[in-house]
Every structure is written in structure tokens, then in C-alpha cells.
């Protein structure tokens, strides 16, 4: 059956796109230095090396998933769920932190996570523990815009991009997914749910990469790339009506990529 596409199938984007300047100008406030994650120089093939490294750390994750999928499934759900409690207690505290003293942080921070996990457990309240995620992995994705050098966000972009396709087509997304139900299930934690469709926290997370990575060069290019992640996500939508799953990243990563590039040459 086809589905009609409506509104609820935008909102997770356009949270997205409305949540990056929020996001940007907290950590603008707080004038904080970000760690490096670019292990290597910023010339030659630094870029194309800290890309790989990136890619062969979240790869060999992969690997652990399914190895834990086939032996020990309790303890995968479980270390999903810890990871995922996890990171939305460590963000919210970093955010709150710049906005509130500390103390007060903590106890926001604890109670998000809290109640992130009680939501998890019970099972309910998807939405909310969805606007919870994706507020999360927003944030998370400006960080690692301001920790990656321009060339290497490039390089990792494009590199998760293509692995993304590997990843749904012939490795740890497409094993998962045998059984989509019990997959769902599984990666609850990592999903952000909006309706029929689902996002994975990394397809969150490079959006507002992108997005920050524009912002931060100015605001036309950050409505530029806006909609060119939004036709790159109607163009997913379209080709989602004839798929049961596809990747989420290359079409409008490369899209957005390339608006980017374009401004850059042009201006």
C-alpha cells in the first residue's frame, strides 16, 4: 500500500532545522572549547585518515552488536539502553551546564535521563522520549561540528554516508532488520519516531552537522542547505514508498553537501 506523505513525516527535519540555531548559540554563550576529535593533521590525507578511524571505530561497534544479537540479546538491549541514557545525560548536562549553574544542571540532567529511562523501560510515551532524543542528538551533532576540522567533517560526511549504504544493504543494519519487528524493538533507544517512519541517531546527528557546518558559514547558506536537506529527505520519502528500509544519509547529506560547496565557490 502507498502512503501518503503529510506533515508528521517532516517533523523530525524540521525540529532539526529549528533546533541548530538554539543549539549553536547556547555553545556560542558558553565560549567553550570543544575537544579536537581530528587525530590527524588537517592536510594531505589527515582528512581521509580521521574519517577512517571514525568509520572503523563505529564499524567495529557494528560488529559487537551483532555478536551480542546472536549470543546474548538481553545484554545488547541493555547495552543499547545504557548508551543511550547515557548520552542523553551527558548532553543535556553540557548544554544545562552553560545555561544554569551547576547543581542545577545535574538535577535537570538526571531527571531527563531518569526519565528517559523510565520511558524505555515501560515502554511508553514513544513521543516524547523521541523529542527527548532528537533535542539530544541536535545537540550532539553541533558539538561534533565544532570538534572536526572543515575538511575532515567532509571527508567523514561522505565516508558514513557510503558506509551507510554498506551498512543497510549488506552488513549490521540489513542483519538486524531480518526480523523488522524484534528490530524495532531492539533499536528503540536509537530511534526517533515520528509517525510511520523512523530516524537513527546518527542520520540526527550528521543532519545538524551539516546544517551547524552552514550556520556557521552564514544564514542564507543555512536556509540553502535547510531545504536541500529537506528535498533530500522528500526524495527518501518517495523512494521509502517502494522500500521496506533504506539509508538515510546519502541523498541528503550529498545533496546538502554539494549546496554547500556550490556557496562556498560562488561566495
Do not use: C
Not at 541548530?20 to 594531505?44: A, D, H, M, Q
Not at 542547505?225 to 547529506?253: D, F, M, Q
Request: a positive charge.
Amino acid at each position: 500500500m502507498k502512503r501518503t506523505l503529510t506533515l508528521t513525516y517532516y517533523f523530525p527535519l524540521a525540529a532539526t532545522v529549528t533546533l541548530v540555531p538554539v543549539f549553536s548559540e547556547i555553545l556560542r554563550i558558553g565560549n567553550l572549547e570543544t575537544p579536537n576529535l581530528g587525530v590527524f593533521p588537517e592536510k594531505g590525507m589527515g582528512p581521509v585518515l580521521n574519517a577512517v578511524l571514525w568509520l572503523s571505530i563505529t564499524a567495529l561497534f557494528g560488529l559487537l552488536m551483532v555478536f551480542l544479537l546472536r549470543r546474548y540479546i538481553n545484554a545488547l538491549k541493555a547495552f543499547i539502553m545504557a548508551i543511550s541514557v547515557y548520552t542523553i545525560f551527558a548532553i543535556s548536562n553540557f548544554y544545562l551546564g552553560i545555561l544554569v549553574f551547576f547543581e542545577l544542571s545535574m538535577i535537570l540532567s538526571v531527571s531527563i535521563a531518569s526519565l528517559s529511562l523510565y520511558l524505555l523501560i515501560k515502554n511508553r510515551y514513544t513521543l516524547l522520549y523521541s523529542i527527548i532524543l532528537l533535542a539530544v542528538m541536535v545537540g550532539l551533532g553541533i558539538i561534533f561540528n565544532s570538534s572536526f576540522e572543515d575538511t575532515t567533517k567532509i571527508a567523514v560526511l561522505i565516508a558514513y554516508s557510503l558506509f551507510d549504504i554498506y551498512s543497510v544493504y549488506k552488513g549490521m543494519i540489513k542483519i538486524i532488520f531480518e526480523d523488522r519487528g524484534a528490530a524495532m524493538t531492539l533499536l528503540s533507544p536509537l530511534l526517533v519516531r515520528f509517525g510511520p517512519t523512523a530516524l537513527g541517531v546518527g542520520d540526527v546527528i550528521f543532519y545538524s552537522l551539516l546544517l551547524s557546518y552552514a550556520l556557521g558559514m552564514s544564514q542564507n547558506l543555512f536556509l540553502s542547505a535547510s531545504i536541500a536537506l529537506i528535498v533530500g529527505h522528500t526524495l527518501n520519502l518517495w523512494i521509502l514508498k517502494h522500500k521496506r528500509i533504506i539509508p538515510a544519509l546519502p541523498i541528503p547529506v550529498m545533496l546538502t553537501l554539494s549546496v554547500i560547496q556550490i556557496f562556498k565557490i560562488l561566495f
